[in-house]
């Protein structure tokens, strides 16, 4: 999408993803930046430190990055349905049921990593083959109105939020 995509309203997402929606100021952009960021966070990262949890309880950091593909793969299907015009309300997820069913601890940090890549060049595809008509679209999702230029904003937040939780609280520990 070559124009900027304006900041959706307050009508146009549930009022949980304002968390995601204020951290981003062009989706596109922070989209194709954040596999950057990632990268450079994660660059010196083992696979041994790859399972720190900075508290009891707390997914590790492989969990974390399979939570996130996991939540655009969703967040993108969502914004594929809305966009062609399915009025169908789509359900929610339990995000703490996913990631211990995702085996992330078992994994190489690398295929996680090439996961991440693919998940995101799918997304970054799909939003840029929309029409701007299409990003005003709106539906229903977890119970709550959303349309598809709300889902590109909280698909770029959500991942700005965890690149965040990363810098902040996981990182500091492996200093």
């Given at each position: 999408?070559?124009?900027?995509?304006?900041?959706?309203?307050?009508?146009?997402?549930?009022?949980?993803?304002?968390?995601?929606?204020?951290?981003?100021?062009?989706?596109?952009?922070?989209?194709?930046?954040?596999?950057?960021?990632?990268?450079?966070?994660?660059?010196?990262l083992t696979d041994e430190q790859s399972l720190l949890r900075y508290a009891p309880g707390k997914?590790?950091?492989?969990?974390?990055?399979?939570?996130?593909?996991?939540?655009?793969?969703?967040?993108?299907?969502?914004?594929?349905?809305?966009?062609?015009?399915?009025?169908?309300?789509?359900?929610?997820?339990?995000?703490?049921?996913?990631?211990?069913?995702?085996?992330?601890?078992?994994?190489?940090?690398?295929?996680?990593?090439?996961?991440?890549?693919?998940?995101?060049?799918?997304?970054?595809?799909?939003?840029e083959s929309l029409r701007p008509q299409d990003f005003e679209r709106r539906g229903t999702a977890s119970n709550n109105p959303v349309s598809v230029r709300a889902m590109a904003y909280i698909l770029?937040?959500?991942?700005?939020?965890?690149?965040?939780?990363?810098?902040?609280?996981?990182?500091?520990?492996?200093?």
């Open positions: 999408m070559s124009t900027p995509l304006a900041r959706p309203a307050a009508d146009e997402y549930a009022p949980y993803y304002h968390t995601y929606v204020r951290l981003v100021e062009d989706p596109f952009r922070q989209l194709r930046e954040q596999p950057i960021q990632l990268r450079q966070l994660l660059a010196s997914w590790s950091i492989k969990e974390s990055l399979v939570h996130m593909i996991d939540t655009e793969r969703i967040f993108a299907y969502r914004a594929l349905r809305i966009a062609r015009g399915d009025t169908t309300a789509l359900p929610g997820f339990e995000q703490n049921d996913y990631v211990p069913a995702s085996g992330a601890d078992d994994r190489p940090l690398s295929s996680i990593l090439t996961e991440y890549d693919a998940v995101r060049a799918a997304t970054l595809s799909l939003l770029a937040g959500h991942e700005a939020h965890h690149l965040g939780i990363l810098q902040e609280r996981y990182l500091p520990l492996l200093a």
